[in-house]
């Protein structure tokens, strides 16, 4: 019987691990989450030290908002994800919002930079920009 009582609340406190139960009755399990790019525009060339301003679409849920542009360096170039902060306990919208975002590029050295914006996990939207 007392493993039994143990058990029960070792699971109970990994079952709240993950929302903060405040004292106003609500709930948060926020979390940031990777969301897939629809279309990027803008510029295709650039000057050494100039900044160019890509516009980023992508669908959220009514529930998110944006985070960040994650990116990693990658042999073809740079991948780059929209992250959207999202909290499931306190939100049960089902709508979606198309939106866009500027993402800001300038590099120091001239050269041609190949941008992949997540859709998928294995696909992209790609965008060239040659440096001089």
Do not use: W
């Amino acid at each position: 019987m007392k493993l039994k009582s143990i058990l029960f609340l070792l699971l109970t406190a990994v079952a709240f691990s993950s929302c903060d139960i405040s004292g106003s009755n609500s709930s948060t399990c926020s979390q940031i989450i990777g969301i897939g790019t629809t279309a990027v525009t803008g510029p295709t060339v650039a000057a050494v030290n100039e900044t160019i301003v890509l516009n980023v679409s992508y669908i959220r849920s009514s529930c998110a908002t944006f985070s960040n542009f994650y990116e990693v360096n990658d042999v073809d170039g740079k991948l780059i994800t929209v992250n959207v902060q999202v909290d499931p306990c306190a939100c049960t919208s089902e709508e979606t919002i198309t939106e866009s975002k500027n993402y800001n590029f300038k590099r120091t050295t001239a050269g041609t930079y190949v941008l992949k914006f997540k859709v998928t996990n294995t696909t992209f939207v790609t965008h060239t920009i040659v440096v001089s």
